[in-house]
């Protein structure tokens, strides 16, 4: 979970396969440190499967909206 603004958001669970990039995405975003390297490491996942970059960008585009 973390927190933007006042709105508190929690990252679903997966039942992904653990060696699918959903899953490795979904265990670096849930740790909650967000330091340069799990921002790094979430990035170069994400750019590994088009699907997810669409996703995230839309939410990424959403949550600025809301602020």
């Known amino acids: 979970m973390y927190q933007k603004g006042n709105k508190l958001w929690e990252l ?4 992904a396969h653990p060696e699918s990039v ?9 740790r909650g440190s967000w330091g340069l390297e ?3 490491e979430a990035g170069q ?11 995230v960008l839309s939410l990424l585009e959403l949550i600025n909206k809301e602020d």
């Open 12 to 15: 679903p669970k997966t039942d």
């Open 45 to 55: 996942l994400i750019q590994q499967e088009p699907i997810i970059k669409e996703v």
């Open 22 to 30: 959903t899953f490795k995405l979904v265990k670096v975003l849930d």
């Open 38 to 40: 799990d921002i790094h």
